[in-house]
Nanobody, 122 residues
Framework: QVQLVDAGGGLVQAGGSLSLSCAASGRAFSPNAMAWFRQAPGKEREFVATSTRSGGITYYSESVKGRFTISRDNAKNMAYLQMNSLKAEDTAVYYC???????????????WGQGTQVTVSS
């Protein structure tokens, strides 16, 4: 059974940093694409970042480009999201996702983590 467990959220002041992690487990599960999405209160879930297994292709939403970095540790089947220069508008539940093709669209990802809360105080 495939499982994604995301962690690392918390409360941070604006301008601060947080690092999220996502652990993928399951028999012979090594997804080509892993991504992060987020959902703020009262809003739809939105794309944040995605990366191929090799890290050769990464893509970010305009709202986080230059501040967030997605990375992979394939030996551990992990994905990370380093978030710097956080803003109040980054407050959301962050979800990791895994699939075969990197995409900004949710249906491209078959597996999802349970979400981790990030709160940025202004």
């Amino acid at each position: 059974q495939v499982q994604l467990v995301d962690a690392g959220g918390g409360l941070v002041q604006a301008g601060g940093s947080l690092s999220l992690s996502c652990a993928a487990s399951g028999r012979a599960f090594s997804p080509n694409a892993m991504a992060w999405f987020r959902q703020a209160p009262g809003k739809e879930r939105e794309f944040v970042a995605t990366s191929t297994r090799s890290g050769g292709i990464t893509y970010y939403s305009e709202s986080v480009k230059g501040r967030f970095t997605i990375s992979r540790d394939n030996a551990k089947n992990m994905a990370y999201l380093q978030m710097n220069s956080l803003k109040a508008e980054d407050t959301a539940v962050y979800y990791c996702a895994a699939g075969t093709t990197p995409s900004i669209y949710e249906p491209s990802y078959a597996y999802w983590g349970q979400g981790t809360q990030v709160t940025v105080s202004s």
